[in-house]
């Protein structure tokens, strides 16, 4: 390459980084003033934590997504480290019960082991006490949320079934992110590849529509302002 070519090149560079710059900034101005303008989402994984914790962690907070994590208290007790690294990821730590049982077909008593272990699993990992509380398959009775409630939790089930329990592709859970509205919670998994992998094009998604990822409130059960 010649000198005069070279700095034709490096010109013409110049000029469309110039180029994508100016169209960034404009069309993102708006965008920006917009952040959150639509509202707040709640993105939830559940059944952690897990030997997959780690890397969904990373990649939610490379693309600034903050999500409530739903435990098994059976595998909080077993990973504590990885309790404390949720919070210390800026994620909520809930509760999902012990073992993963249908609670429905469970009298009182195993109903509040259930609860009361996972609660006090996670305290002692250091996830703080949980305030959400969420069935395993989203299956609940009077019996359940009467015991939820004796502890102080709210039932959390979800407005989106993201699918990615039941081999959703990525394609496929990025696009029930894009179904969610102001307030909204999605039901997602700590351990499915195609989960981890959906993340950025999941912060990218929110991020067009003006909607931010937020934490649920145990008062009204959907998602606002962290
Ligand atoms: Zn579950």
Redesign the pocket.
Known sequence: MTAKRALTVLAATAAAALTVTATTTSAAAPARAAACGAGYVGLTF??GPSGTTTKLLDALRQNGLRATM?N?GQYAAANPSLVRAQVAAGMWVAN??YT?PHLTRLGQAQIDSEISRTQQAIATAGGGTPKLF?P??GETNATVKSVAARYGLTEIIWHVDSQD?NGASTDAIVQSVARLTNGQIILM?DWPANTLAAVPRIAQTLATRGLCAGTISPQTGRAVAP
């Open positions: 559940d059944d739903f098994q999902h019960s993963h969420r395993p398959y329990w998994h």
